[in-house]
Each structure stands twice: as structure tokens, then as C-alpha cells.
């Protein structure tokens, strides 16, 4: 394998356009939230076409799939073409941001919620906004 045909699952992700920065990619790979088979990966990790990666941002998640290498950060018409999106159906319809999801409101007048509110307003919720 050539010098050219490595390439970082940073400056993959960055060029492919999943992060706006190559700072923010290696970033993620760091923080646990670029996987390979479950295990978490380097900002230095090699990737391989055919390989699948699952990355989290936010409260999205992405299932990936590598079709070809990118060395460049090009448009998105482009990059689009460079991977397969393998993220269930179901899982791109959630709540986008906290700003889309419900929200439950107190009475005015009603004060603070007692132990016993809050343990209704959590099973209401059943852990809705929970990280696995």
C-alpha cells in the first residue's frame, strides 16, 4: 500500500462532509464517537473501502459505508456518491435537535415537582433522551 492510498478516518469523515472541520472529526474520533465494529477509533485509523462505521453527532447517529476513498474535501454532490448511508429508516425520522421533541409543562402556581412527579415525568419520558 502507497503513501496515496492511506488515508485517516478524520480526513475521510471531514471530506466526505459528515464534520464541517478536520479539527471537529478528529475531535469525535477522540471523544469515543467514531466506531468500527464497536470498538472506537483513532483520528489516525486507516480506512478501507467496504468497511462500515457507525458515527454519532449530537443526537444523530450515521451507519456508513465506505465506496471510495476521498483524499479532498469536494461538493456535496460529490461526496454524497463516496459512501453508502446504511442508518435505519426509522432512526433518521427521531427528533433531529431538542428543539423538535416534546416537552412537558407544570402549571403556573404549581411549584417545585415533589420526588413522586418527577418519577412520573421520567417513566412519561421512558429514557427518551438517553445515549446507549
Not at 89 to 115: I, N, Q, W, Y
Request: aromatic share 8%; proline share 3%; net charge positive.
Amino acid at each position: 500500500m502507497t503513501e496515496k492510498e492511506k488515508l485517516r478516518i478524520d480526513k475521510y469523515l471531514w471530506a466526505i462532509r459528515l464534520f464541517k472541520t478536520r479539527s471537529l472529526a478528529t475531535d469525535a474520533c477522540k471523544a469515543g464517537r467514531v466506531k468500527f465494529n464497536g470498538q472506537n477509533l483513532k483520528p489516525s485509523a486507516i480506512v478501507k473501502v467496504g468497511e462500515v462505521y457507525q458515527v454519532s453527532k449530537g443526537i444523530e447517529k450515521k451507519i456508513i459505508e465506505v465506496v471510495e476513498l476521498l483524499y479532498n474535501r469536494v461538493e456535496a454532490k460529490i461526496a454524497v456518491t463516496k459512501y453508502k448511508d446504511l442508518t435505519p429508516v426509522e432512526e433518521t425520522h427521531a427528533f433531529k435537535s431538542m428543539f423538535h421533541a416534546p416537552t412537558l409543562k407544570r402549571d403556573r402556581g404549581a411549584g417545585r415537582p415533589t420526588k413522586k412527579d418527577r418519577r412520573e415525568t421520567d417513566d412519561l419520558i421512558g429514557g427518551m433522551f438517553e445515549e446507549e
